[in-house]
């Protein structure tokens, strides 16, 4: 099955390195990358990609602003962030608008591969470091937990088998 990929980076040379590396790959096919989000939908309505792998920091349109466009005009589309850091903020902020995963670009290019083959399969890829900040943030503040035990548990097993497949 060939999976259609589209590229957000405003760093030429990244997008340079992610295209030669998904180019090693007979099933993965760039169909188009960009600089920012300024034309996101329009990008996405000539190319229609499987997958976009868009970096958050960019400038005029950011990559959680384009995630947020094409998930609202094409929820099917699998989005994967990736950024040069783990802030806290932008992890949530991305999954709560509908990232199928999130990476990070120091991360090896074996892992980004792994990270595609994740979501096309429909997992939800992270970076270990990431999936530990969304652990956290989901234990209790306070001596109340929020979650009913059942909620602890199926949250618990589900970050379970994610950094299983992660690790």
Known sequence: MLIRIFIYDDS?????????????????????????????????????????????NMPQVSGIEGLKL???????IKV?????????????????????????KSDKPQRILQAIDEVVSGGAAM????????LEYFKPKTIENPLTPKETAVLASVFSRTLAKIL
Do not use: W
Not at 70 to 76: A, D, E
Not at 127 to 134: R, T
């Open 12 to 56: 030429h040379e990244r997008r340079d390195s992610l295209k030669a590396l998904l180019s090693l790959n007979d099933e993965l096919k760039v169909v188009g990358e960009a600089k920012n989000c300024t034309n996101v939908l329009t990008d996405v309505e000539t190319s229609y990609p499987d997958i976009v792998l868009m970096d958050i």
């Open 70 to 76: 094409i998930k609202t005009n094409y929820p099917n």
């Open 80 to 104: 994967l962030m990736q950024t040069a850091f783990d802030d806290s903020d932008k992890i949530f902020t991305s999954i709560k608008n509908g990232a199928s995963g999130y990476i990070l």
């Open 127 to 134: 970076n270990p470091d990431i999936a530990q900040k969304v």
